[in-house]
Nanobody, 120 residues
Framework: QVQLQESGPGLVKPSQTLSLTCTVS??????????WSWIRQPPGKGLEWMGI???????YYIPSLKSRTSISRDTSKNQISLELSSVTPEDTAVYYC????????????WGQGTQVTVSS
């Protein structure tokens, strides 16, 4: 059974960089045909898809966040990471990592999410 666990600081100051890690267990992040995304949900709003990293390490980001977002991986630790730079209070959200088959739209596995608040 695949499990995803997000971790990282719950509080980040404005203008700093938000850094989160998603540890994947029950499967390898190098397995062909799979992909992992970061998705967030600001308070009172819907889910916002941020970007994706495939099993080969290739990435794609939503255009509105592309200049501030970086998704990377550590294959030795089976982890996916997110960095979001120059954060503002509007980046306050619950951040999720999720896994899906690369050729499908629906995500099969989700982490429980981690709350990140941007505040001074």
């Amino acid at each position: 059974q695949v499990q995803l666990q997000e971790s990282g600081p719950g509080l980040v100051k404005p203008s700093q960089t938000l850094s989160l890690t998603c540890t994947v267990s029950g499967g390898s992040i190098t397995t062909s045909g799979y992909a992992w995304s970061w998705i967030r949900q600001p308070p009172g709003k819907g889910l916002e898809w941020m970007g994706i990293i495939r099993n080969d390490g290739s990435t794609y980001y939503i255009p509105s966040l592309k200049s501030r977002t970086s998704i990377s991986r550590d294959t030795s630790k089976n982890q996916i990471s997110l960095e979001l730079s120059s954060v503002t209070p509007e980046d306050t959200a619950v951040y999720y990592c999720a896994q899906r088959l690369a050729d499908r739209a629906a995500y099969d596995y989700w982490g429980q999410g981690t709350q990140v608040t941007v505040s001074s």
